[in-house]
Nanobody, 128 residues
Framework: QVQLVESGGGLVQAGGSLRLSCAVS????????MGWFRQAPGQEREFVAS????????NYVDSVKGRFTISKDSAKNTVYLQMNSLKPEDTAVYYC?????????????????????WGQGAQVTVSS
């Protein structure tokens, strides 16, 4: 059974940084494209960033480009989301998700309903 376990959320002041981690178990890491989504109170879940299974392609929502970076450590079966220059509007629950490689990365990487597995979520709160 595939499990995604997130860590690294918390409270930070505007302009600060946090790094989210997502440890993956139960399936070969290279078989999956990985994504990060977020959901603020009263809002729909939003795509944030993704990485293809090979690691060769990454994508970001415009609002985080230049501030957030997705990366992975295949030896640790872990994907990361480094978040810099955080803003109050980044406050949300952040979810790690996995899309099986049998589904093409394009055009599915930003579509939450195409992802197969999800983590439990990590709260990120940015104070002004």
């Amino acid at each position: 059974q595939v499990q995604l376990v997130e860590s690294g959320g918390g409270l930070v002041q505007a302009g600060g940084s946090l790094r989210l981690s997502c440890a993956v178990s139960g399936r070969t890491f290279s078989d999956m494209h990985m994504g990060w989504f977020r959901q603020a109170p009263g809002q729909e879940r939003e795509f944030v960033a993704s990485m293809s299974s090979s690691g060769a392609v990454t994508n970001y929502v415009d609002s985080v480009k230049g501030r957030f970076t997705i990366s992975k450590d295949s030896a640790k079966n872990t994907v990361y989301l480094q978040m810099n220059s955080l803003k109050p509007e980044d406050t949300a629950v952040y979810y790690c998700a996995a899309l099986l490689r049998s589904s093409t990365y394009l055009p599915n990487y930003s579509r939450s309903n195409r992802y197969d597995y999800w983590g439990q979520g990590a709260q990120v709160t940015v104070s002004s």
